[in-house]
């Protein structure tokens, strides 16, 4: 039997995507309905609220430690000093929304994306695009 330990109390509404940084040991995750981006540090036990103001439901890692977000406004590169930068929202002429992504440790992002539409979700499609040499990331 093991004990089960609450690391954060966050009260969130869709609590998604945590990944570990482990060069800056830290735990992130998103927040889908309540469009917040989260981060905590098992050393301080703090949990901090981090906003790139984009809706966000996936993140990924690049080499330099900046996040790959990817949401309903499509990917971006976002640095935690406020620069952000979107790096694909259409396909064949169809806005992506992003649902769930993953890094591998070549630098390819792997991904899916929704469509909703009047009768709610429409397609659902997978994405995947080496971007290796734009935003290296990190698995």
């Known amino acids: 039997m093991h004990n089960l330990e609450v ?25 889908v309905e309540g469009a917040v981006l989260f ?10 609220r981090v906003s790139p103001n984009l809706p966000v439901s996936a993140i990924a890692l690049n080499s330099s430690g900046d996040l790959v977000l990817g949401g309903a406004t499509g990917l971006h590169l976002w640095r935690e000093n406020g620069g952000r ?21 070549r630098g390819c992002i792997y991904a899916g994306t929704i469509h909703w539409g009047p009768n709610g979700m429409e397609r659902c499609r997978r994405l995947s695009h080496s971007i290796g040499r734009h935003i290296p990331c990190r698995g």
């Not at 109390?9 to 990944?19: L, T």
């Not at 981060?39 to 901090?48: G, I, L, R, S, V």
């Not at 930068?85 to 440790?105: C, H, T, W, Y």
């Open 7 to 31: 690391a954060c109390a966050e009260r969130n509404r869709c609590g998604e995507g945590p990944i570990w940084d482990a060069a800056r040991r830290r735990l992130i995750w998103t927040d």
């Open 39 to 48: 981060e905590f540090d098992p050393n301080t036990n703090q949990t901090a």
């Open 85 to 105: 930068r979107k790096i694909v929202s259409q396909a064949a002429g169809e806005i992506l929304s992003f649902n769930d992504m993953i890094a591998d440790p």
